[in-house]
């Protein structure tokens, strides 16, 4: 069990970076109506209110380095914790930004997941 929920956090880590990175229009299919996402304190609901958000960030491109990623079960039945910390540059900056972001993803009747909490800070000092 806990080899299947590092499999599937750190899988799920390197999907949701590299659709960040690379087209955040296409992170809305990683939510559900009922999602809820904290960013820097502001909360947003809906997958398609929060594509929106990442859309409206005031930087076209980015990159995001991982650091660390922790795993968790959760009390929902398959569902798992994420945890992730890590580096992101934004094009044109020469220094990098320190973030941290959770997950909590719950599976689908599909055999999927969807993210049902999200939350992100960057981590400044």
């Known amino acids: ?30 939510y ?14 809906g997958g398609d209110d929060i594509a929106l958000k990442f859309n409206q960030l005031p930087f076209d491109h980015c ?20 945890f992730v910390s890590g580096n992101l540059q934004l094009a044109g900056e020469e220094h990098q930004l320190k973030f941290s972001q959770m997950f909590h993803l719950i599976p689908t009747l599909e055999g999927s997941f969807f993210v049902q909490n999200d939350i992100f800070r960057l981590n400044y000092g």
């Open 32 to 45: 559900q109506p009922t999602s809820l996402l904290t960013f820097e304190g502001q909360k947003i609901q």
């Open 63 to 82: 990159k995001h380095f991982i650091t660390t990623i922790d795993c968790q079960p959760s009390s929902f039945t398959g569902g798992i914790l994420v």
């Open 1 to 30: 069990m806990e080899e299947q929920v590092e499999l599937v956090g750190r899988a799920f880590v390197d999907h949701y970076y590299l659709l960040f990175d690379t087209n955040r229009l296409s992170l809305a299919s990683l």
